[in-house]
């Protein structure tokens, strides 16, 4: 059997072809999946079963100590009805773990986000805990949860929000 061979046909040049077009591929694919490398683990899966606030907040009766729900202070100039609007959003997808309830834990966590121009969130952090993981993934989730908060009206001269939220959770 004599060996075929074509003149300036190289298999392993051929074979790193092949490679680097299926690697290049493949990149494509995966860069262009809407993954988030570095998210946390699914935040529905940490808190289990919840109680909207709005149901606890019903329940409390002049609390000598801090009231129930969320406070923002915004950085720069924005139409009042957005933020309204932004923080009612917020609020009806804030819900009071269970087992928080069951455990008596309450707390008020801190948290900086940024919204862009067209309402999507851009960044989320936790600047100060309430003491509870299980409560803080809660707040950073009823974020989540209620963005994107739609385009930003004209009448705002900023491309991007840093909003601090307060959310504190009060048991009586």
């Not at 298999?11 to 998210?39: D, E, G, K, Y």
């Not at 079963?49 to 129930?68: S, Y």
């Amino acid at each position: 059997m004599t060996d075929i061979s074509i003149p300036g046909f190289d298999i392993a040049r051929m074979r790193l072809a092949v490679f680097f077009i299926i690697s290049i591929i493949l990149h494509t694919i995966i860069l262009s999946m809407p993954w988030q490398v570095m998210a946390r683990p699914s935040v529905r899966n940490i808190l289990g079963k919840t109680v909207p606030v709005r149901l606890v907040a019903q329940a409390i009766k002049d609390l000598p100590h801090e009231a129930p729900g969320i406070s923002f202070d915004v950085e720069g100039q924005v139409s009042a009805d957005y933020i309204e609007q932004l923080k009612a959003r917020i609020f009806n997808a804030w819900q009071y773990p269970e087992v928080a309830i069951i455990k008596g834990w309450d707390g008020a966590v801190m948290i900086l986000f940024t919204i862009d121009g067209m309402g999507r969130l851009c960044s989320l952090d936790v600047l100060s805990s309430s003491g509870h993981d299980l409560l803080d993934d809660a707040a950073l989730f009823a974020i989540e949860r209620a963005s994107p908060f739609g385009a930003f009206t004209e009448d705002m001269a900023t491309d991007i929000l840093r909003i601090k939220a307060k959310f504190c959770y009060v048991l009586d």
